[in-house]
């Protein structure tokens, strides 16, 4: 049976280095900030919301909130993003995703200053990660890396097969396995032999959105399958991805939901934040 990774764990960890980090750039005079901006009432948007500024709190950084009515108008969240923009003791904008339909979400994360935008969604960050050099890491693909690493697994030569093509999760995921010297393959709805390709990978991650879309037959024994997905099952309980269950016998470790890749994107989110308020050091 394999090992199941637990993410809160993993989190604490890494989120301890980062209090120790954030209590020795206070000491220097700065304290870490971050704008969180919601727009309207989804409920799944508060709760998110509400946990990152529950990290922000556990670690010493300070977090603002703006909670705009669900009949804000773009020009009026550009002119917040702008005074955000400018303001000094905001290191990172973080504007919850997904926003009413009367804005333009592309509009808005252009509009973030690229060295505030700790989700690393603005055209600039998703450049450099693309050439490697970059300064903010995309925070889901970013937690799955640690989780990777945790396993011990060495990912260079290793066949990766990621299972969507997202902006947020799939298409930076691939870039950083490659980054770490992995041989990376995109599945998607459109690919054919799907089941053969993810049957042949040592590592998977799994995006996709569909509950248990990764059945123990199309995992290799001893692959190491990292579970993305957030979804309700038959039974309205969360699930993966990954029917975890039945490919837990199969892989060598995998990743629960909830908390598996949950915990770390918060925590990454938190890292980014201390990269961008690094810059006032200076
Ligand atoms: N909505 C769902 N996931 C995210 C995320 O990672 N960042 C932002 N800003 N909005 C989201």
């Given at each position: 049976?394999?090992?199941?990774?637990?993410?809160?764990?993993?989190a604490?960890?890494?989120?301890?280095?980062?209090?120790?980090?954030?209590?020795?750039?206070?000491?220097?005079?700065v304290?870490?900030?971050?704008?969180?901006v919601?727009?309207?009432?989804?409920?799944?948007?508060?709760?998110?919301?509400?946990?990152?500024?529950?990290?922000?709190?556990?670690?010493?950084?300070r977090?603002?909130?703006?909670?705009l009515?669900?009949e804000?108008?773009?020009?009026?969240?550009?002119e917040?993003?702008?005074?955000?923009?400018?303001?000094?003791?905001?290191?990172?904008?973080?504007?919850?995703?997904?926003?009413?339909?009367?804005?333009?979400e592309?509009t808005?994360?252009n509009?973030?200053?690229?060295?505030?935008?700790?989700?690393?969604?603005?055209?600039?960050?998703?450049?450099k990660?693309?050439?490697?050099?970059y300064?903010?890491?995309?925070?889901?693909?970013a937690?799955?890396m640690e989780?990777i690493?945790?396993?011990?697994?060495?990912?260079?030569?290793?066949?990766?097969?990621?299972?969507?093509r997202?902006?947020?999760?799939?298409?930076?995921?691939?870039?950083?396995?490659?980054?770490?010297?992995?041989?990376?393959?995109?599945?998607?709805?459109?690919?054919?032999?799907?089941?053969?390709?993810?049957?042949?990978?040592?590592?998977?991650?799994?995006?996709v959105?569909?509950?248990?879309?990764v059945?123990?037959?199309m995992?290799?024994?001893?692959?190491?399958?990292i579970?993305?997905?957030m979804?309700r099952?038959?039974?309205?309980?969360?699930?993966g991805?990954?029917?975890?269950?039945?490919?837990k016998?199969?892989?060598s470790?995998?990743?629960p939901v909830?908390f598996g890749?949950?915990?770390?994107?918060i925590?990454?989110?938190?890292?980014?934040?201390?990269k961008?308020?690094?810059?006032?050091?200076?």
């Amino acid at each position: 049976m394999g090992i199941v990774i637990d993410g809160r764990a993993v989190a604490a960890k890494v989120r301890c280095s980062i209090k120790e980090e954030t209590e020795k750039m206070i000491a220097n005079g700065v304290t870490p900030g971050l704008a969180v901006v919601i727009v309207g009432n989804n409920q799944a948007s508060r709760a998110y919301v509400n946990n990152k500024e529950k990290a922000c709190e556990e670690v010493g950084i300070r977090s603002e909130e703006y909670a705009l009515p669900e009949e804000t108008t773009e020009a009026e969240l550009l002119e917040l993003i702008a005074k955000l923009n400018a303001k000094e003791d905001v290191d990172g904008i973080l504007v919850q995703m997904p926003l009413p339909n009367q804005i333009n979400e592309e509009t808005v994360l252009n509009a973030i200053l690229p060295s505030k935008d700790v989700d690393a969604f603005h055209p600039v960050n998703v450049g450099k990660i693309m050439i490697g050099n970059y300064d903010f890491l995309p925070c889901t693909p970013a937690g799955v890396m640690e989780l990777i690493k945790e396993t011990g697994t060495d990912i260079t030569g290793k066949k990766c097969v990621v299972i969507g093509r997202s902006n947020i999760v799939g298409k930076p995921m691939a870039m950083l396995l490659l980054h770490a010297h992995g041989t990376v393959t995109i599945c998607h709805s459109r690919t054919k032999d799907l089941k053969e390709i993810v049957k042949d990978a040592d590592i998977i991650v799994a995006a996709v959105g569909k509950a248990k879309f990764v059945t123990a037959d199309m995992v290799k024994y001893g692959a190491v399958v990292i579970d993305v997905g957030m979804n309700r099952d038959e039974n309205g309980k969360r699930c993966g991805d990954v029917d975890f269950e039945a490919v837990k016998n199969v892989a060598s470790y995998i990743t629960p939901v909830p908390f598996g890749v949950g915990p770390m994107t918060i925590t990454m989110l938190l890292k980014n934040t201390l990269k961008a308020a690094e810059s006032r050091l200076k």
